[in-house]
């Protein structure tokens, strides 16, 4: 006997297919034209519109911070080691500063100061492609397991760090000829990195999907940039201010003032990257409010 097909939860008819977004039975009355025909008109309409509610997206990147603080306190504590590791370096590097040898010293000390460079790099990549497709993952569904996580964040590695170098390049020379094209040029290219991960695309076709999909978005976009940049300077001036603070102490002084700056560099760039990662998702219509089930 042919099993019948469930009702629509809309309407008096039977479902002729499952909205891919909220696993809904649903009927042909109820398809949205959206995301290839596969959501419903209810799906369609709460998550596929374009656009940067700046209180909104705000919102969202600090209660990503409440509902998720062990991994940002992983990222922030792989910060803090990557500092401590090149401690030895900079207090050296600092001496030399205050004698008047700095030249001297980075001559000498020149394949040590691009290890350190290689190795930021390379750490950076690394890490900012396992935070976003964790971000991604939690903020858009479904959860995968930590292996699987683990291998599909580390396979954009790479591609991420050539798109880090397209960036440097594209800012560099955005800002040196100007502070206005640099800042432009720092709205319009905001997505590709999460684009790179989650989309994922290359690092030059990032460059272009960030250049469409931030169009008309540009202003909301400058703002949110604007207001986070104001908090990382304050939590960057709060770290200053302890290295000021333990300088006088010596070794341990510096071990403390390193952590507590590299910890809180790391934990703002954890929510720089968060709020890209909602701002992808939203200008993509693939973003779902926190309270709906992934």
């Known amino acids: 006997m042919e099993t019948p097909s469930p009702p629509c939860a809309n309407h008096p008819a039977p479902a002729t297919f499952t909205c891919a977004r909220c696993g809904s039975f649903a009927c042909e009355a109820c398809r949205s034209p959206q995301a290839a025909g596969t959501w419903c008109v209810s799906c369609g309409a709460r998550y596929a519109t374009p656009g940067l509610p700046v209180g909104e997206v705000l919102s969202d990147t600090f209660g990503f911070l409440v509902r998720y603080p062990a991994p940002i306190a992983v990222f922030a504590g792989f910060h803090v080691l990557f500092g401590l590791a090149q401690l030895p370096f900079n207090m050296d590097m600092q001496e030399a500063l205050e004698a008047g040898r700095i030249v001297p ?92 991960v989650l989309q994922p695309v290359s690092p030059l076709a990032s460059v272009s999907f960030s ?67 909602c701002c992808y998702l939203r200008l993509t219509g693939r973003w779902l409010p926190p309270s709906v089930v992934r």
């Open 211 to 277: 250049w469409t999909h931030t169009q008309d978005h540009r202003v909301n976009l400058f703002l949110l940039l604007l207001i986070l940049t104001l908090i990382l300077v304050s939590m960057n001036m709060v770290g200053t201010l302890v290295t000021f603070l333990m300088k006088p102490l010596g070794l341990g002084g510096m071990l403390v003032s390193t952590a507590v700056s590299q910890g809180l560099n790391g934990t703002g760039m954890a929510l720089l990257l968060v709020l890209l990662v």
């Open 105 to 196: 010293f980075m001559s000498e000390r020149q394949s040590s100061w691009l290890a350190i460079m290689l190795g930021g790099s390379i750490f950076s990549a690394l890490s900012y492609a396992l935070f976003i497709r964790f971000a991604g993952d939690a903020l858009e569904g479904p959860r995968r397991p930590l292996g699987d996580l683990v291998s599909a964040g580390l396979r954009r590695a790479l591609p991420v760090l050539g798109t880090s170098l397209l960036l440097s390049i594209a800012l560099g020379v955005g800002f040196v000829f100007c502070l206005v094209p640099g800042i432009f040029l720092a709205v319009a290219l905001a997505l590709t990195l999460p684009a790179t």
